[in-house]
Structures are given as structure tokens and as C-alpha cells.
């Protein structure tokens, strides 16, 4: 197997878990009960479509030219995710708090796992590579970066509320 066959392999794997988190995100979004989780779901599956974007154009780019074009990478830029300010953070723990939130904490849990596996995924890869398809798994993983730091940050404070919450009587 060749170079651009490894690539092609790499970014077929890359597409399909793509697209596999945002159906898991898509479907979470029926169990949010709370208003502020349910918008970051919807920002973060429209992001999860740029990606899918962008490794789509990439694998065009390695089955047409067997080479990826330099000026597709230079041309996307995807935001940093910035889903909530402070005080949103802060009236979103709140009401989840007072809100049934277990299938919340369930799903922010596993929404973690998967732009973990992802981010450790494209670091991978593109330790592994060189030239564009090094600098499009860097970016692959600082955005996914972003979206594990997200959910981690809200699986653990979810966590720590039920942890500390007076059970019982």
C-alpha cells in the first residue's frame, strides 16, 4: 500500500468517526432537557459538519490529485469553541442542577469519550505524516481538542454536583 493509499485509508477512518459523533450528538440532542445543553449540541454537530466538510474535500483532494491541496488547509479556519460565557456556564450548572439531569451527565460523558478518542486519534496520525496531511490531522485534533475540553469540563462539575448533592432525607 502507498503513501496516498495510507492517507486515503487514514481519512476514510477519520470521516466515518465524524460522522458517527454527530449522530450520536444529533440523537443526544432528543434526551437534553435543558435549554443551554441542547444549543452547545446544536453548535457542536454544525461544527461536526465542517469537519466532515473538510476531510470530505480532503479525500477528494487524495483520490483525484493523490495529493492533498495546500490552499484547502489555508482556506479553513473553524472558530474556537466558545459555547458559553461565564455566566452561562454558571446559569447552565444551575439548571441542570434543578432539572433532571442524569441522561445529561450520561451523555456529556460519552460525548468526552469520543472527541478524546478523536483528538488522541489525529495527534496520532499526524506524528506519523508529513506535509498537508500533517498539518490537517493537527488540526483535526486541536479542534477536537476543544470539544473534549468542553465536555470534560461539564462531565466533571456535572459529577461533582451529584457527587455532593444531600441524598435522602
Given at each position: 500500500?502507498?503513501?496516498n493509499?495510507?492517507?486515503?485509508?487514514v481519512?476514510?477512518?477519520?470521516?466515518n468517526?465524524?460522522?458517527t459523533?454527530?449522530?450520536?450528538?444529533?440523537a443526544?440532542?432528543?434526551?437534553?432537557?435543558?435549554?443551554?445543553?441542547k444549543?452547545?449540541?446544536?453548535?457542536?454537530?454544525?461544527?461536526?459538519?465542517?469537519?466532515?466538510q473538510?476531510?470530505?474535500?480532503?479525500?477528494?483532494?487524495l483520490?483525484?490529485?493523490?495529493?492533498?491541496?495546500?490552499?484547502?488547509l489555508?482556506?479553513?479556519?473553524?472558530?474556537?469553541?466558545?459555547f458559553?460565557?461565564?455566566?452561562?456556564?454558571?446559569?447552565?450548572?444551575e439548571?441542570?442542577?434543578?432539572?433532571?439531569?442524569?441522561p445529561?451527565v450520561?451523555v456529556?460523558n460519552?460525548a468526552?469519550?469520543?472527541e478524546?478518542?478523536?483528538?488522541?486519534?489525529?495527534?496520532?496520525?499526524?506524528?506519523k505524516?508529513?506535509?498537508?496531511?500533517?498539518?490537517?490531522?493537527?488540526?483535526?485534533?486541536?479542534?477536537?481538542?476543544?470539544h473534549?475540553?468542553?465536555?470534560?469540563?461539564?462531565?466533571d462539575?456535572?459529577?461533582?454536583?451529584?457527587?455532593?448533592m444531600?441524598?435522602?432525607?
Amino acid at each position: 500500500m502507498n503513501q496516498n493509499e495510507k492517507m486515503t485509508k487514514v481519512f476514510e477512518y477519520a470521516l466515518n468517526q465524524e460522522q458517527t459523533g454527530m449522530s450520536f450528538f444529533t440523537a443526544s440532542l432528543d434526551r437534553m432537557g435543558v435549554g443551554a445543553a441542547k444549543s452547545a449540541f446544536e453548535r457542536l454537530i454544525g461544527e461536526e459538519k465542517k469537519h466532515i466538510q473538510f476531510i470530505t474535500r480532503i479525500l477528494e483532494d487524495l483520490k483525484s490529485r493523490g495529493e492533498i491541496d495546500e490552499e484547502n488547509l489555508q482556506s479553513t479556519l473553524i472558530d474556537t469553541t466558545n459555547f458559553f460565557d461565564e455566566r452561562a456556564k454558571s446559569e447552565f450548572l444551575e439548571q441542570c442542577v434543578h432539572g433532571s439531569m442524569v441522561p445529561d451527565v450520561t451523555v456529556f460523558n460519552t460525548a468526552w469519550l469520543i472527541e478524546k478518542d478523536l483528538s488522541e486519534f489525529y495527534a496520532e496520525m499526524a506524528e506519523k505524516t508529513e506535509g498537508p496531511a500533517s498539518r490537517a490531522l493537527e488540526m483535526l485534533s486541536a479542534w477536537e481538542r476543544e470539544h473534549e475540553a468542553f465536555f470534560r469540563e461539564y462531565r466533571d462539575k456535572l459529577s461533582h454536583v451529584y457527587a455532593h448533592m444531600p441524598w435522602g432525607g
